[in-house]
Each structure stands twice: as C-alpha cells, then as structure tokens.
C-alpha cells in the first residue's frame, strides 16, 4: 500500500519533535489529529489548523476515541527521563502497546513509531543500555507483534537538535558565553536536525519501507572539537571547549539528577545522558532508509546549528 490518506493521529505533537512532525504533515495535505494532556504546553500546535484530542497512553479508553476514524497514526509521545525505571517500560513499553492494539481496533493502516538508536543501544554493544532504550526496544517488539493486522514503519532517530528544543538549551546558552563543556575523551556524535525526522516520517507515511527499524540521522559524524568550532560559527565569536574527564562528566549528570529527586526540577543532563555521552559511541549507517524510504538527512550540524541559534535569539531564548 502506499500514499496512505485521510486524517493521521499524531502523539507527542506538543513536544519539540511532534509540533515538526505535525507542521510537515499539514503542509503536505494531511488532516492532522493531535493528542494532548490537561497538563501539556499547546503553544506550538496554536495557530494550526489541527484537531485537538484529549488522551493519556495510560488510558486505554481514552486512546480508543482518539484514534478513532483514523487512517494512520505517528507515535512519538513518551518519556526521555524517569525517577523510577519502571515510569519507563509503563509509557514508552505498555503505553506504545495500548496505542497500538486501539490503532488495531480501530482498522488503522499504518503506524508510524518514532522509537531512538537507543533502543539499538550504542555502537558495538548487542542492545540497549539503559531502562529508557529497552522501553523503546520493548515498543517496537510489541508493535512487530501486530504487523500482521496493521502496516508498522519502526524509525530510530538519533540526537536530535533544532528549533523549539528546550533539553539542550543549556548547552547554548554555555555556548552564547563563550564556553561548552565536553567529556575529554568523548566518542563521536552523528546527530540529526528535527525538520529532517519528520521529512522521514513523512516518507514512512506515504511510502512502502517495511517494518524497519530504520536509522536517522545526517551522514557526517563529529568530535566535540568540530562542534565547539560549529558553535563558534553559529554565533559568530570563539568559544572555548572545556573538557572534563568521562568520570567526572558522568559525576555532573548523577548530581543533577539527585538533585532533581530533592527539588522536582528536571535536569538538562541526567545520568543516563552523561553517560551516554561521555562513554559511548552513537553512529550508525543512514543508508538503509534512503533506500525503503527514499530520504537522506539535508542539513549538516554547521548548518543546523546556526538556524537553531538564529531560532533560538529569535524566540528570546538566548
């Protein structure tokens, strides 16, 4: 089947990737159906001409009424950081499942997942590690599961940057001030720019790729000293890289994350984030999905990095 048609369920579109994924979806055509929370942020989705559902993945209810008369859905709604592990396998794992089998009930063609190279886990290793990439690994099995009653398209975006992003917002902020801390002996990064993820999902939607999972993210890969110099472009004056050694990186994150416990307030780096970062390598090859999906990554981090600076001065953020 391809050139699936009629209204597409998108979850997560308040978030940072989702508003992107709903802003392509509507300027290619689509009547677009957005779930949101009583508690979400709505200001990316105001001012679209989307349809507003209230729902919850722990909801079952709630998830039947929104896919309901659906012709495809995109999942990206789920949990990034969690003060207990099982927060992690509740949304990301048993939550994909519930939308999912509602997806199922409903006789929705195609399912979309955003899931994330963690769910692979980092280069070399035989699968995740950590309790968030086996949540998303744990979605994409439920979700293979149902491939033989609903079309399933399993995305792996890796880091991904741009406009609207909050979670690295610190970084630029340290990068404005004319300094960006790095582990000193921190692997390479291959990241990808948000308009690019939903370009993807789009092909995902309209194409005949398979189950996948399929990678994304740009071809180029990245040491912190090529990023330091992309940064210093993007704002147009030096900035200095500091680096720390990987222990005492990863020693940041377990701070602020305890002190997040303590305080409620959601940390930028995390432990799992520090970790991932100053200890494993995150690249992988996009081939695979330009050849189902027919896309390849357009921007490059130097060019990525200055629109999202240019965002970001914009919006009043730096």
């Given amino acids: 089947m391809s050139g699936v048609s009629g209204t597409v369920l998108v979850t997560g579109a308040t978030g940072f990737v989702g508003s992107h994924v709903a802003e392509a979806l509507l300027d290619a055509g689509h009547a677009v159906r957005c779930t949101v929370r009583r508690t979400s942020d709505t200001r990316w989705l105001d001012g679209l001409d989307v349809e507003r559902v209230q729902a919850d993945m722990r909801r079952r209810e709630a998830l039947a009424e929104a896919v309901r008369g659906a012709t495809s859905v995109v999942h990206l709604a789920g949990i990034t950081r969690a003060s207990r592990p099982e927060l992690y396998r509740r ?56 491939t033989d009653r609903m079309e399933v398209v399993v995305l792996r975006p890796g880091g991904v940057y741009g406009p609207r992003d909050e979670e690295l917002l610190p970084l630029f902020r340290a990068a404005s001030r004319g300094w960006l801390v790095a582990p000193s002996d921190g692997p390479a990064l291959q990241p990808i720019y948000a308009s690019d993820v939903a370009r993807a999902v789009l092909r995902a939607l309209e194409g005949d790729a398979g189950f996948g999972p399929f990678p994304l993210a740009e071809e180029g890969v990245y040491d912190w000293p090529a990023v330091g110099e992309a940064m210093a472009r993007a704002f147009g004056h030096p900035v200095r890289l500091v680096r720390l050694p990987g222990r005492a990186f990863e ?68």
């Fill in 91 to 146: 949304i990301n794992g048993d939550g994909t499942a519930r939308l999912g089998e509602a997806a199922v009930e409903a006789g929705v063609r195609r399912f979309v997942y955003v899931s994330s190279l963690a769910a692979r886990g980092p280069d070399g290793a035989e699968g995740p590690v950590s309790d968030y990439g086996a949540s998303k690994r744990e979605g994409e099995e439920r979700l293979r599961g149902m």
């Fill in 251 to 318: 020693a940041v994150g377990v701070l602020a994350q305890t002190a997040w416990r303590l305080v409620g307030s959601a940390p930028p780096l995390d432990r799992r984030r520090a970790r991932d970062v100053a200890r494993h390598r995150w690249t992988c090859d996009p081939d695979p999905s330009e050849r189902a999906l027919g896309w390849r990554a357009e921007v490059a981090l130097p060019e990525g990095l200055r629109r999202s600076v240019a965002w970001y001065r914009e919006a009043g953020w730096l």
